[in-house]
C-alpha cells in the first residue's frame, strides 16, 4: 500500500467517535494535499470511520450525507442539517496528532 494512503487512513482511525478532522486537518498531518485525503478517502476510505471527516465547513459529498447524519446521530455527533458543526465538533488536534503518532510506532 503506497505510504501516504496508510498514513490517511491511520489519521482518520485516530479521530475518536463523535469527532471530526477536515481533509485539510488530515492533509496538514500526513504532508499531502487535501485534495489527495478526498481521493484517498474516496477510493480507500470505506473500511475506516469516513464520516468523521468532512471539509472545512463540516459538509460530504451530498451522496455520503444520508449515511453519515446515521454515523453522527448515533455518536452524538454536534450535526444540524446535514453537516457537522466543526465549531464543536472539531477533535482536539494536539490530541489526535498524539494519537496518530502512537499508532504509527505500534
Known sequence: MDLTIERVL??????PAGRVVSYGDI???VGTS???????MSS????VPWWRVT???GRLPEHLVTAASRHWTRERT???????LMSLARVDLARWVEDYETARLT
Open 27 to 29: 492533509a496538514e498531518l
Open 10 to 15: 491511520c489519521a482518520v482511525e485516530c479521530v
Open 44 to 47: 480507500a476510505g470505506a473500511a
Open 55 to 57: 471539509n472545512a465547513t
Open 34 to 40: 487535501a485534495r489527495r485525503v478526498g481521493a484517498i
Open 78 to 84: 454536534p450535526a444540524r442539517d446535514g453537516r457537522c
